[in-house]
């Protein structure tokens, strides 16, 4: 009996990975996910910018500003192209990325080449901390 309990619980576990593990197309879009960061609430530590960079995709569309956020598209150089968004004042810097989930849409130019990085910069009242997430902390939804 545990070995059926296992092997039933080690396909569903293979099946969940196949289909987080899908294989991105070209010429598809896709909605940006961020993981959870872990912030000092209780210094107040709040996310002040996000910078995300892409090769071989490009930015389709922003679907949500934060209220008193700039954000920019820096034009693609040698197939790579950034995002740039930072609150205006302390006051309106994010208590976390889900404020941002499902906002930026991006697209697919070429699957063999594509690649996605971001940087969150968090600060508190004396000190910045710069998170680095690579493709593999990100998630892409279609």
Same mark, same amino acid.
């Given at each position: #009996? $545990?070995?059926?309990? *296992?092997?039933?619980? %080690?396909?569903?576990?293979?099946?969940?990975?196949?289909?987080? %593990?899908?294989?991105?197309?070209?010429?598809?879009?896709?909605?940006?996910?961020?993981?959870?960061?872990? %912030?000092? &609430?209780?210094?107040?530590?709040?996310?002040?910018?996000?910078?995300?960079?892409?090769?071989?995709?490009?930015?389709?569309?922003? &679907?949500?500003?934060?209220?008193? =956020?700039?954000?920019?598209?820096?034009?693609?150089?040698?197939? $790579?192209?950034?995002?740039?968004?930072?609150?205006?004042?302390?006051?309106?810097?994010? =208590?976390?990325?889900?404020? %941002?989930?499902?906002?930026?849409?991006?697209?697919?130019?070429?699957?063999?080449? *594509?690649?996605?990085?971001? #940087?969150?910069?968090? &600060?508190?009242?004396?000190?910045? $901390? $710069?998170?680095?997430?690579?493709?593999?902390?990100?998630?892409?939804?279609?």
């Amino acid at each position: #009996m $545990r070995f059926f309990v *296992f092997i039933i619980s %080690l396909s569903v576990c293979f099946g969940g990975c196949a289909s987080h %593990l899908e294989a991105l197309k070209t010429g598809h879009e896709y909605r940006l996910f961020f993981p959870a960061i872990t %912030l000092a &609430t209780a210094d107040a530590e709040r996310i002040e910018s996000v910078v995300v960079t892409l090769s071989c995709a490009s930015f389709r569309a922003v &679907t949500l500003i934060p209220n008193d =956020w700039s954000e920019e598209v820096i034009s693609p150089v040698s197939e $790579r192209t950034e995002f740039r968004a930072s609150c205006g004042h302390g006051s309106s810097a994010l =208590w976390n990325l889900r404020d %941002l989930d499902g906002s930026i849409v991006i697209l697919v130019g070429d699957a063999s080449c *594509f690649d996605i990085s971001a #940087m969150v910069v968090s &600060t508190t009242s004396d000190h910045e $901390r $710069r998170h680095q997430l690579s493709q593999t902390d990100l998630i892409l939804k279609p």
